[in-house]
């Protein structure tokens, strides 16, 4: 297997330290539970650190964590203006975007105007295009999908198409080497 030597230290994302950020906020998921509409105990707190624009600031949010004891269901708040899974808020993501696909700036320069490394700036822009492909399928007055799997020394595999008059998009199953750092195709 690939990777790195046991014992080398990582050069991946740094989580920002609560003093460094610009601002902190405190997120709770509500009193009652989405589910069963029964009362919440709390679990304590979640940090997710996320930079985001204008001007170039940190942010920390702390993210409440619930847990509701009649339909046994964990519930934990969600970072507002931030997409869902995401590592960066809303105003550096639509920035990337535009610079990188409507001004057609390098990706490289897009990474380097926001901030972000190259991997990260990679991850959101599959993110947005993925979501934005999944969009379309949606919209579509005609579309279709097939699912083909297969085993291979005892592991299963699977692809899923999901085809349109204009656009088809071939999904891997989860797990495998092509999807890098979660990123969908």
């Not at 994302?13 to 709390?42: D, F, H, K, S, W």
């Not at 409507?102 to 822009?125: D, K, M, N, T, Y």
Request: proline fraction near 8%.
């Amino acid at each position: 297997m690939g990777g790195a030597r046991k014992g080398q230290e990582g050069d991946g994302r740094v989580a920002i330290e609560a003093a460094q950020a610009a601002r902190r906020e405190t997120i709770t998921p509500g009193e009652a539970c989405p589910y069963c509409t029964g009362p919440l105990e709390a679990r304590g707190f979640r940090s997710l650190s996320v930079p985001d624009m204008p001007p170039p600031q940190r942010i920390v949010y702390q993210l409440e964590r619930k847990n509701c004891p009649r339909c046994r269901k964990f519930i934990q708040a969600r970072a507002p203006a931030v997409l869902h899974k995401s590592l960066f808020g809303n105003q550096l993501t639509t920035q990337a975007v535009f610079l990188h696909y409507r001004h057609g700036a390098p990706r490289g320069q897009v990474c380097e105007q926001s901030g972000i490394g190259l991997g990260g700036g990679l991850a959101l822009l599959h993110c947005v295009a993925s979501r934005l492909k999944r969009l379309e399928y949606r919209q579509a007055p005609v579309h279709d999908a097939a699912e083909t799997s297969w085993r291979n020394d005892g592991r299963c595999g699977c692809d899923r198409l999901f085809a349109m008059l204009t656009l088809s998009v071939l999904r891997p199953s989860p797990g495998d080497p092509e999807l890098e750092c979660g990123a969908e195709p």
